[in-house]
């Protein structure tokens, strides 16, 4: 099976700063890896995705970052800005099991 | 953002009880899945569905049933409703699983066992 958690269950980061939030995941088979954003009252909405044949990938202000040599994965945030507040969790596939999601770090912005 | 939506968003009832939740979407996204949020875990799924009238089970599926008639309509069905199953329900939906495509969630509806 797979079991994912996050190094930190809150973090807070100056306004403007760059944030990086962690998971950690345990099945060194597992190749597909989700970051999520949930904010207050609201669904998971999807960030950005990585498949295992790759060690980085990057969106728009985000970069996703996968080492599989120590099964770990992070979302890092370029210039934080209030909208980023929010809760953020990772999800991991294995196999032909289900997604495995992470129980979130929640990020919040001083301004 | 995916077409998913949820109801109701908000249900208070009370134990014993049935309920029927549901999802309904407009993607034509063969997957749809139920989960259940709560503090301290991360997202569990409860069933999941891969076509009409094609269900699983998923990791936490006692006290819970699905059903699914049609492709964009998938319903979770609390036959007697228990304190513990007051959670938080989000629905998802997917393209692929093989594929490794990203789930897409609804906002959740917020469920209350008195």
């Known amino acids: 099976g797979e079991s994912v958690g996050l190094h930190l269950p809150t973090l807070s980061v100056q306004e403007g700063d760059n944030s990086i939030i962690n998971c950690a995941y345990s099945n060194s088979a597992s190749d597909y890896f989700i970051w999520y954003k949930q904010e207050s009252g609201k669904g998971p909405q999807f960030i950005i995705d990585i498949r295992s044949n790759m060690d980085k990938r990057q969106g728009q202000r985000v970069t996703v970052l996968l080492n599989k040599t120590v099964k770990h994965l992070s979302l890092q945030i370029a210039a934080t800005q209030p909208g980023d507040s929010a809760v953020y969790f990772c999800?991991?596939?294995?196999?032909?099991?289900?997604?495995?999601f992470g129980t979130g770090t929640r990020l919040t912005i001083i301004p | 953002d995916a077409g998913i939506t949820q109801s109701p968003r908000h249900k208070v009832t009370e134990t014993g009880t049935p309920v029927t939740l549901r999802c309904h979407q407009t993607e034509n996204h063969r997957y749809m899945y139920w989960y259940r949020q709560d503090p301290g875990h991360g997202l569990r799924l409860i069933h999941y569905?891969?076509?009409?009238?094609?269900?699983d089970k998923g990791e936490v599926s006692d006290g819970y049933s699905v059903s699914r008639s049609k492709t964009e309509d998938f319903l979770l069905t609390l036959e007697s409703a228990t304190s513990s199953q007051t959670s938080v329900y989000f629905c998802?939906?997917?393209?692929?699983?093989?594929?490794?495509?990203?789930?897409?969630f609804g906002d959740g509806t917020r469920l209350s066992i008195l």
């Open positions: 998802a939906i997917s393209e692929s699983q093989q594929g490794r495509q990203p789930q897409h």
């Open positions: 569905s891969y076509g009409v009238k094609d269900t």
């Open positions: 999800a991991v596939h294995f196999g032909n099991e289900k997604l495995t």
